[in-house]
């Protein structure tokens, strides 16, 4: 088995350097390495940074004055005959957004760019919340009707903008399915191994990756994520309703219990947060331009704003105008952003492992052992400690759980812009269960993929490189669907009020509805 996994690592062995390439790319040139500040940020940052302070202009910053619409939408007890409701589609996305990068990713920017980096942090989600909102009205403006549900995101509205081409569609739906299938071995490996960290917290007792213990769970989680995926999008959600509003709740009380137990180190927090902003603490080098860039990628990477792959989730609803959506996208990355990674950082933070006599070797642990150990930092010598860490274990498995749940359902939807048949779809659904028990082989035997892994980030700079552009080319169309919305002159939405003639869906509803 292990020569096995040696070989697949030396197949994609050309995938690390690739992603870190594009990633960062042109900070790996000297001529723009050597620009003060400017030098530290790559493209792909410019680039979703850029268009969130474009757009936020010219929405009138919607996501501020629209934002106590999107709560009112969101929390309206609606009934829907096709497709999935407002908050459902929300619960849905946000069980892709709320997923472990929550934990590990914050933890890892505060480890290398310092407490300063959620300040920036914020600043992206800030941005970012409207990019997410024109990404939910184009998945809205486009989607299409399928028996009794929607399908739309990215493959739908590219295809549409981009001259309305099949193959345009094709392409951007394998290329997140690619994404989707890049990411799942990391979220089984996830799974399974939380659920291993939990039995030991629960035990007392150190269970060996290859006992029967995880033989047994690795197959229940499979069996349980095959029941709930092939049910499609309805089972799907139905499951995302009750677990994301509970780990959501549950992450939050955790950390709550946290700073109260702590209360005195809370203004230490904000200090150093707004501090190291502007002047980052030495031991993370001191560098302006790391913080800064540290801060914004994992903003826009932990909320996927701008990176097209929550688009689909937006396009299952069924809003009554294409800007409700766009909205309840754009409270999604507040949740995920402003609030769930803020916690996570203010544990970190708090915790301030950075100082003291152990301080090298927390820098040297890995990214969810740093989270853990900050933790025991602010509960030391107590019972509690062994209560949280459990909590926080279980918020995690449920995290990447729930990211698993998406994207074989995400994956599935793309599929619909290739072929709608049920063939299709239960090859796509099949391929991605077994890549996913793929990562729980890799739990049980001891390896980690890492440069398997690493696909997952390819996958999400080629998804950036090629949203963005398309989301500028749909952008006019976003604006006139907004002046439309925030007009509320009782007229309907149709193809007409964006000067288009292939808005099917909405076209045939102000039919329908009028022929009543």
């Known amino acids: 088995m292990e020569s096995v996994f040696e070989a697949i690592n030396r197949v994609f062995a050309f995938v690390g350097p690739l992603s870190d390439f594009l990633w960062d790319f042109p900070t790996n040139m000297e001529w723009y390495s ?34 106590k619409k999107g709560i009112k939408v969101m929390t309206e007890k609606r009934s829907v005959d096709t497709g999935i409701s407002p908050l459902a589609a929300f619960l849905l996305s946000s069980a892709m957004r709320v997923g472990p990068g929550n934990i590990i990713g914050v933890t890892g920017a505060v480890a290398v760019g310092g407490p300063g980096a959620i300040f920036w942090m914020w600043v992206s989600a800030f941005f970012g919340m409207a990019v997410a909102y024109m990404e939910g009205v184009l998945a809205q ?19 549409k903008l981009l001259g309305n081409k099949a193959w345009i569609g094709i392409f951007l739906s394998l290329l997140y399915i690619l994404y989707a299938l890049c990411c799942l071995p990391a979220q089984g490996f996830n799974v399974v191994s939380s659920v291993g960290r939990m ?10 990756s290859d006992s029967v213990f995880y033989y047994v769970v690795g197959a229940l989680i499979v069996i349980l994520t095959a029941v709930i995926a092939f049910g499609g999008i309805h089972k799907v959600t139905k499951w995302t309703n009750k677990v994301v509003p509970v780990m959501a709740v549950l992450y939050i009380g955790v950390v709550v219990v946290l700073i109260f137990l702590n209360l005195g180190r809370v203004p ?92 090298a070797e927390w820098a040297a642990m890995d990214k969810l ?19 949280i860490t459990f909590l926080v274990t279980l918020c995690f498995c449920l995290f990447a759980f729930t990211c698993l749940l ?48 690493a696909f997952s980030d390819l996958g999400n700079i080629l998804i950036v490189y090629f949203n963005i ?48």
């Open 268 to 359: 230490y927090f904000f200090t150093s947060v707004f501090k190291g902003a502007f002047t980052p603490d030495a031991f993370f080098g001191g560098v302006f331009g790391t913080v800064l860039a540290q801060g914004i990628k994992r903003g826009l990477m932990s909320n996927e704003a701008g990176q097209g792959t929550i688009t689909m989730s937006a396009a299952a609803s069924d809003a009554n105008h294409p800007c409700e959506q766009g909205l309840l996208a754009s409270i999604g990355v507040f949740l995920d952003t402003i609030v769930i990674c803020t916690l996570t950082g203010f544990v970190v933070v708090m915790a301030h492992c950075w100082t003291g006599d152990n301080a």
């Open 34 to 67: 050597n620009i003060p500040i400017l030098g530290n940020i790559s493209l792909a940052v410019l680039l979703l940074l850029g268009s969130g302070i474009y757009f936020s202009f010219r929405l009138g910053f919607i996501q501020v004055t629209k934002f």
């Open 469 to 516: 552009p398309i989301v500028y080319v749909g952008s006019k169309y976003v604006f006139r669907a907004t002046k439309h919305y925030k007009k509320n002159d009782g007229t309907p939405f149709t193809s007409k009020v964006i000067g288009r003639d292939d808005c099917t869906f909405w076209d045939e509803k102000y039919s329908q509805e009028s022929a009543k």
């Open 406 to 453: 998406g994207m074989i359902n995400f994956s599935e939807i793309a599929a619909n812009r290739i072929n709608k048949s049920a063939v299709c779809i239960n090859i796509v659904r099949c391929v991605a269960l077994f890549v996913a028990a793929f990562g729980i082989v890799c739990n049980i035997a001891g390896m980690e993929l890492g440069n398997l892994w």
């Open 369 to 387: 052992p740093k989270f853990t150990e900050s933790i025991a930092a602010l509960t030391p010598g107590t019972a509690m400690n062994a209560v």
């Open 141 to 159: 403006i486009f989607k299409e009707k399928k028996d009794d549900e929607f399908v739309g995101g990215l493959p739908f509205y590219g295809r």
């Open 199 to 208: 039995a030991e917290i629960a035990t007392g007792t150190t269970i060996a």
